[in-house]
């Protein structure tokens, strides 16, 4: 890895979104719930912002591929925690939330070490899976702010749509690596 990759935009953006992760987390144990969700938005808008300088300024690294998504699932995971921690976000959501994410990164690795396998790009249903994440945290942290029902309905919504998103993603993920690994010739075809 070249410092020439690391001192690229997107990726100085990523690792500013990782540091203002203990800052949301200390905001937000500290009850200053204003400024945990401004500093959540703040890492929000840098990640949208990372992946668009990426492709804009042609700046696509391999750190990046694997910075960015270790950043969002840090940022997401933690915030669950915390939340639930903090009664905020019901546990049986960061429960399904932490038992998806675990579950792919110890597969990921051992396909990666067993059969060298390195293509585990996001589905649909994963990336849907990530806005219910961030739609449930973001409403979570304006509920604080902002008690209002329209917000608790957001927020109940898009928790609901967490735990459906996250258990499909799940379920198509191990359909794309047993896909994946037929192609690279690692699982036999089922004869009936």
């Known amino acids: ?3 020439r990759q690391i001192l690229t935009a997107p990726n100085q953006l990523t690792l500013l979104r990782m540091i203002f992760l203990p800052f949301i987390v200390i905001n937000l144990v500290k009850h200053d719930y204003k400024w ?9 808008l840098s990640d949208g912002l990372d992946g668009l300088l990426a492709r804009t300024l042609h700046q696509q690294t391999v750190l990046g591929q694997y910075l960015d998504p270790i950043a969002d699932k840090l940022l997401m995971s933690t915030m669950f925690l ?8 019901p546990w049986k959501y960061t429960i399904v939330v932490f038992s998806r994410d675990i579950s792919i990164l110890i597969i990921s690795g051992v396909l990666f070490m067993i059969v060298g396998l390195r293509d585990f790009r996001p589905s649909i249903f994963g990336k849907a899976n990530t806005a219910a994440q961030i739609g449930a945290i973001f409403f979570a942290l304006l509920l604080l702010v902002a008690p209002l029902r329209w917000v608790w309905i957001a927020r109940t919504t898009f928790l609901r749509a967490t735990f459906l998103f996250t ?3 799940a379920v198509h993920y191990a359909f794309l ?3 994946r690994l037929r192609q690279h010739g690692h699982v036999p075809e089922l004869k009936s």
């Open 82 to 89: 915390v939340l639930s921690i903090e009664r905020q976000i």
């Open 177 to 179: 690596v047993q896909h």
């Open 1 to 3: 890895m070249s410092l």
């Open 167 to 169: 258990v499909v993603s």
């Open 36 to 44: 945990a969700l401004a500093l959540f938005v703040l890492a929000g």
